[in-house]
């Protein structure tokens, strides 16, 4: 059952962002990202900043030595700042912890609906890499 939770959780963003993209026209302006639109109205959060995370060799060696992806969860407020992260999918407990770490120090262009800022409910899959 919980593995069907998690399937859930991550498919149904992506299903969301697909669905608003397929139904935005194409336009030839060369503007820069404003993130997309999705189906509700709301324009998505981006991440503008973000701080860095020292990982110790001894732990990506424990994830097999390529890497890792850790699935976390979190609400960006209406000020563009990451709050309430938990993991969803884990990879090592020192490298989680590292990683929520990280995406606490990130910084947010927050989630719009009629160009007023609000806060947002969304999942983020972390690859961490050698």
């Known amino acids: ?21 397929a139904s935005q026209p194409k336009t030839d302006t060369t503007e820069a990202p404003q993130g997309r639109r999705v189906s509700t109205g709301v ?8 701080g860095t995370i020292y990982i110790p060799p001894s732990t990506l060696l424990r994830n097999d030595g390529n890497g890792a992806e850790v699935v976390l969860t ?33 910084h947010f262009r927050p989630a719009k609906l009629d160009n007023q800022a609000i806060p947002v409910d969304l999942n983020m899959i972390v690859q961490v890499n050698r």
Request: no cysteine; glycine share 4%; net charge negative.
């Open 43 to 50: 324009i998505e959060p981006v991440v503008i900043g973000s």
């Open 74 to 106: 979190l609400r960006v407020d209406e000020k563009g700042n990451a709050e309430n992260i938990r993991v969803v999918k884990s990879a090592d407990p020192d490298l989680d912890a590292r990683v929520v770490a990280g995406v606490s120090q990130a």
């Open 1 to 21: 059952m919980r593995s069907i939770l998690a399937a859930t959780l991550l498919l149904s963003p992506m299903l969301y962002s697909a669905s608003a993209v």
